[in-house]
C-alpha cells in the first residue's frame, strides 16, 4: 500500500483500490495516474471542490501510481500539473 499527503490533498493505493480527496476548495484539481498489471493506464481526478473519489481495479492489480495536482492535471495536455515521483507497488 502507498499513501501521499499535503495540506491541500490525501491519496492512498492499495493493491486493487485507490482513494484520492482533494481537501482544498481551490482552483486546483489532484489525480492520481496509475498503471494495472494488465497494462491499463487510468487516471481518476477530483477537485477543484472538496471532495473524494473511489477507484477500483477489477482485473490485475495497480503496479505503479503517480500523484499529480495542479490547475490542469490531464496528462494529454495537462502542463499545469506537479507530480510527485512514481510509486512502484
Given at each position: ?5 499535503s ?7 492499495t ?14 484539481k ?6 494495472t ?7 481518476p ?10 477507484d ?15 490547475p ?7 502542463s499545469?500539473r ?8
Amino acid at each position: 500500500m502507498g499513501t501521499a499527503d499535503s495540506g491541500m490533498w490525501r491519496s492512498a493505493v492499495t493493491g486493487k483500490d485507490v482513494a484520492l480527496c482533494d481537501r482544498l476548495d481551490d482552483a486546483n484539481k489532484v489525480a492520481v495516474e496509475y498503471r494495472t498489471t494488465i497494462g491499463r493506464t487510468i487516471l481518476p481526478q477530483a477537485g477543484p471542490k472538496r471532495g473524494c473519489v473511489l477507484d477500483s481495479v477489477f482485473f490485475g492489480s495497480i503496479e505503479r501510481a503517480t500523484f499529480c495536482y495542479g490547475p490542469d492535471v490531464d496528462p494529454e495536455g495537462g502542463s499545469l500539473r506537479w507530480c510527485n515521483s512514481a510509486r512502484v507497488f
